[in-house]
């Protein structure tokens, strides 16, 4: 059993801690130019804390987070926990009727925005029933608004933690899949040490030398272990960039500050690999590098290793379970594969009754381990259909080989039938893309006119390589020399882009939408 006692406050133990430990001058974030020790951090989460409390915020009442990645995210998230409230991280990049939903569903008792969503904010609360508090993050306070920053200078940085339970729930993350209204999903004071103690430390091996780069954003799952949660966990330190990270950004903030451990997504290690000015960039601080969010193709892989000599952990988590739970060790690489399961937690591979298949048989991936949610929010049946006993059903189709490697196949809703055979987009997509004309594709279903189904691929060109019926010809020739036939695309439709969640991952259902589709 893992040590978290039964009275524990994770604010206390990622943060706290690391002044009994006598870290205090150590460097927790790099931000811009500002460097913010573990001794600024806990002082300022403390204040966070006191902030909210002498507003008024209570024990589990929720509070929105609807920042870019910067230093008072976690002065925020932490402060929360600590008073035993719950931080809600949201993406600052959505639209106002996906916060007006937010604000319906969490009715939060506090709202903390960047400048620019000040007015769509303020909108959203005058049209709404819950009137939350409004703080915004940095600057001159609006009517009606609190400057989180300045109030943050007029509390005193000491604070008594919440006496909280390791089962009380200390932060919710919204978690949107291809149908239906994002799903808060209730995570609790247990769960990020879980991550940081059975995935971290054994996998990425990380140590307060390290300095963590997070190309997924703290709002996520992915983004909130990366550049928050394990470098906090060990006394390590996070590089914070609040950009979007195009092959530039990244590069450059590589080069300046000089991560070790690199996490990122396979669209953005595919968009670094097609930058031509990649190799002006100094990338020799990295020791390892991850990859999550979708399957990473083979060939991502090995130009990645041929380019950097750095291997890329390629992994499978979710929101639900709070990280990553199959994955790829350092020095056993699996190009292609999500790895094999981290210990601490179990896998099963199950058909459409639930009942787990034979090895080297496709069927859905069902994971259970101490950092799943307990739950979605007011969501009972989704609850029920999700997390079921002590399992979460992931909706991902995997299939084991006889070495125990986890071989992603695609979404349960993604998978395709053809002439009555299971077809899995990612096998025929991972062969297009090793053609030297494709840099993306995506495979969906599509039917045939005489309501069979058939693969039908999108593909992005290379720039310089115009469409013809010859490439496509070409294209077919290509998928049928290295697959059985019926998993050839019959059609092909070239796109300038494949459109993606904000984590980078390819929407085909929406492809399966579209008129072309
Ligand atoms: O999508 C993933 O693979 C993932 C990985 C780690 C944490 C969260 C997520 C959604």
């Given at each position: 059993?893992?040590?978290?006692?039964?009275?524990?406050?994770?604010?206390?133990?990622?943060?706290d801690?690391?002044?009994?430990?006598?870290?205090?001058?150590?460097?927790?974030?790099?931000?811009?130019?500002?460097?913010?020790?573990?001794?600024?951090?806990?002082?300022?989460?403390?204040?966070?804390?006191?902030?909210?409390?002498?507003?008024?915020?209570?024990?589990?009442?929720?509070?929105?987070?609807?920042?870019?990645?910067?230093?008072?995210f976690?002065?925020?998230?932490?402060?929360?926990?600590?008073?035993?409230?719950?931080?809600?991280?949201?993406?600052?990049r959505?639209?106002?009727?996906?916060?007006?939903?937010?604000?319906?569903?969490?009715?939060?008792?506090?709202?903390?925005?960047?400048?620019?969503?000040?007015?769509?904010?303020?909108?959203?609360?005058?049209?709404?029933?819950?009137?939350?508090l409004?703080?915004?993050?940095?600057?001159e306070?609006?009517?009606?608004?609190?400057?989180?920053t300045?109030?943050?200078?007029?509390?005193d940085?000491?604070?008594?933690?919440?006496?909280?339970?390791?089962?009380d729930?200390a932060f919710w993350?919204?978690?949107?899949?291809?149908?239906?209204?994002?799903?808060?999903?209730?995570?609790?004071?247990?769960?990020?040490?879980?991550?940081?103690?059975?995935?971290?430390?054994?996998?990425?091996?990380?140590?307060?030398?390290?300095?963590?780069?997070?190309?997924?954003?703290?709002?996520?799952?992915?983004?909130?272990?990366?550049?928050?949660?394990?470098?906090?966990?060990?006394?390590?330190?996070?590089i914070?960039?609040?950009?979007?990270?195009t092959?530039?950004?990244?590069?450059?903030?590589i080069?300046?500050?000089?991560?070790?451990?690199?996490?990122?997504?396979?669209?953005?290690y595919?968009?670094?690999?097609?930058?031509?000015?990649?190799?002006?960039?100094?990338?020799?601080?990295?020791?390892?590098?991850?990859?999550?969010g979708?399957?990473?193709?083979?060939?991502?892989?090995?130009?990645?290793?041929?380019w950097?000599?750095?291997?890329?952990?390629?992994?499978?988590?979710?929101?639900?379970?709070?990280?990553?739970?199959?994955?790829?060790?350092?020095?056993?690489?699996?190009?292609?594969?999500?790895?094999?399961?981290?210990?601490?937690?179990?896998?099963?591979?199950?058909?459409?009754?639930?009942?787990p298949?034979?090895?080297?048989?496709?069927?859905?991936?069902w994971?259970?381990?101490?950092s799943?949610?307990?739950?979605?929010?007011?969501?009972?049946?989704?609850?029920?259909?999700?997390?079921?006993?002590s399992?979460?059903?992931?909706?991902d189709?995997?299939?084991?080989?006889?070495?125990?490697?986890?071989?992603?196949?695609?979404?349960?809703?993604?998978?395709?039938?053809?002439?009555?055979?299971?077809?899995?987009?990612?096998?025929?997509?991972?062969?297009?893309?090793?053609?030297?004309?494709?840099?993306?594709?995506a495979?969906?279903?599509?039917?045939?006119?005489?309501?069979?189904?058939?693969?039908?691929?999108?593909?992005?060109?290379?720039?310089?390589?115009?469409?013809?019926?010859?490439?496509?010809?070409?294209?077919?020739?290509?998928?049928?020399?290295?697959?059985?036939?019926?998993?050839?695309?019959?059609?092909?439709?070239?796109?300038?882009?494949?459109?993606?969640?904000?984590?980078?991952?390819?929407?085909?259902?929406?492809?399966?939408?579209?008129?072309?589709?």
């Open positions: 059993k893992w040590p978290v006692p039964e009275r524990y406050n994770a604010a206390c133990d990622f943060v801690r690391h002044m009994e430990e006598g870290r205090a001058h150590e460097v927790a974030i790099l931000y811009r130019d500002e460097v913010v020790t573990y001794g600024d951090l806990y002082e300022r989460v403390n204040r966070a804390g006191r902030l909210f409390r002498e507003l008024g915020i209570e024990m589990e009442q929720r509070i929105l987070l609807v920042l870019p990645d910067c230093p008072e976690v002065y925020a998230f932490f402060g929360a926990i600590k008073i035993g409230a719950v931080p809600v991280p949201l993406n600052p959505l639209r106002p009727d996906d916060y007006a939903y937010f604000v319906y569903d969490a009715r939060p008792k506090a709202v903390l925005v960047g400048r620019e969503l000040v007015e769509v904010f303020e909108n959203i609360v005058a049209a709404s029933r819950f009137k939350p409004r703080l915004v993050v940095k600057g306070a609006p009517q009606g608004w609190l400057s989180f300045d109030l943050l200078h007029q509390v940085g000491t604070l008594e933690p919440a006496d909280t339970h390791k089962d729930v993350l919204y978690s949107s899949g291809s149908t239906g209204a994002p799903k808060g999903t209730i995570h609790l004071q247990h769960d990020m040490p879980f991550c940081v103690l059975h995935y971290a430390k054994p996998i990425l091996n990380i140590q307060p030398g390290d300095r963590t780069y997070s190309v997924a954003k703290l709002h996520f799952a992915y983004g909130l272990g990366n550049a928050m949660y394990f470098p906090l966990g060990v006394g390590a330190s996070t914070l960039v609040p950009e979007h990270p092959p530039q950004v990244i590069l450059e903030t080069q300046r500050d000089r991560p070790t451990l690199f996490f990122s997504v396979p669209t953005a595919n968009a670094v690999l097609r930058w031509e000015e990649r190799f002006r960039y100094d990338v020799s601080s990295l020791r390892l590098c991850v990859s999550a979708e399957a990473l193709p083979e060939k991502l892989y090995h130009e990645w290793k041929a950097t000599g750095i291997e890329i952990l390629d992994g499978i988590g979710s929101t639900e379970a709070l990280h990553i739970f199959i994955s790829n060790r350092p020095g056993q690489v699996r190009p292609g594969s999500s790895g094999t399961v981290v210990p601490g937690y179990e896998a099963e591979i199950r058909d459409e009754s639930g009942r298949v034979p090895t080297g048989e496709v069927g859905v991936l994971i259970k381990g101490d799943v949610a307990a739950g979605y929010w007011n969501k009972q049946e989704k609850t029920q259909r999700t997390f079921v006993g399992w979460l059903c992931t909706g189709m995997y299939v084991r080989d006889e070495e125990g490697y986890y071989w992603y196949v695609g979404r349960s809703d993604d998978m395709i039938k053809a002439g009555g055979i299971w077809v899995s987009p990612i096998e025929v997509e991972n062969v297009l893309i090793e053609h030297p004309a494709v840099v993306e594709c495979v969906v279903a599509h039917d045939d006119g005489d309501g069979l189904v058939k693969p039908k691929a999108f593909v992005v060109l290379r720039p310089d390589i115009p469409s013809s019926e010859s490439l496509v010809e070409e294209l077919k020739r290509f998928v049928k020399e290295r697959l059985a036939s019926y998993k050839c695309p019959r059609w092909f439709v070239f796109v300038d882009e494949l459109p993606k969640t904000s984590t980078g991952k390819i929407q085909r259902f929406r492809l399966r939408q579209t008129q072309e589709g």
